[in-house]
């Protein structure tokens, strides 16, 4: 995923600070090691640039054009600011909108959390269409949700997995890759066949290799949110700081 600065300092609005260590180019068996000199210097959250204030933001992507797209799961709310921060709109949904990533038709994937589904939203005509219901447990329902070439990637948080999915036109079902992950809830890709997970338990961030199931846990976090990587960097935000 390639990210303007400016997107970056959308990014940033994530009630929570971002932690950036470099990614090895090994092979998918590369681990993750910190490199202080590669990393960007340490912040105070008070000091970083505001770009827009959205009442309970929650998730967070940017559009072809540009536009901040922005959840608010308990406001049941999508909203569609413009690259100055400016409001353009926004749509009600009344079953938790949380994790929302852009199609390549310009569309969007969005996940319900409370219905615990992911949905293909068009803002031209406000409509969703039901993609993938994944199986409830009682558990609270499904998060983030992410992209690689041709795959949707998404973290059952409910089942403590991770799922690809074909992008449209839905030439297939979920495929799961990876168990047993507490409660995952972000996914990125990291560039070499692998995938980073974060979850709201420890160790906080796994790396998944897809092919063989494999995970690997990434030190010992208590509690990480959102994970998305750029330029080498991984950038994660740490709920239990």
């Keep these: 995923m390639t990210i303007s600065s400016w997107q970056l300092r959308a ?16 092979g998918q068996g590369a681990g993750i090691a910190a490199h202080p000199a590669a990393c960007p210097a ?6 970083l640039p505001m770009f827009a204030h959205v009442n309970g933001a929650d998730d967070i992507t940017v ?3 540009g536009n901040v797209w922005i959840t608010n799961v308990t406001g049941n709310r999508i909203t569609e600011l413009n690259p100055q921060g400016g409001l353009v709109r926004t749509f009600a949904d009344t079953r938790n909108p949380e994790g929302i990533v852009q199609l390549p038709t310009g569309q969007f994937a969005l ?6 589904q992911v949905v293909v939203f068009d803002p031209v005509r406000n409509t969703k ?34 799922d690809t999915v074909p992008l449209p036109p839905f030439s297939g079902s979920p495929k799961v890759v990876a168990s047993n992950l507490g409660r995952p809830v972000a996914a990125t890709p990291v560039g070499d066949g692998t995938i980073l997970v974060a979850v709201e338990n420890r160790p906080g961030l796994d790396r998944v290799n897809p092919t063989t199931g494999q995970v690997t846990a990434i030190d010992s976090f208590a509690s990480f949110d959102e994970v998305l990587v750029s330029n080498g960097l991984a950038y994660i935000t740490d709920l239990s700081t």
């Design 11 to 26: 990014a940033l609005l994530v009630p929570a600070l971002l932690f950036g260590c470099s990614i090895s180019s090994g």
């Design 42 to 47: 340490s912040a105070t959250f008070g000091s």
């Design 63 to 65: 559009g072809g054009d």
């Design 111 to 116: 996940a319900e959390q409370r219905a615990d």
């Design 129 to 162: 269409q039901v993609w993938v219901r994944l199986t409830a447990n009682g558990n609270l329902g499904v998060d983030g949700l992410g992209t690689e070439p041709g795959m949707l990637l998404l973290p059952d948080s409910a089942q403590g997995k991770l």
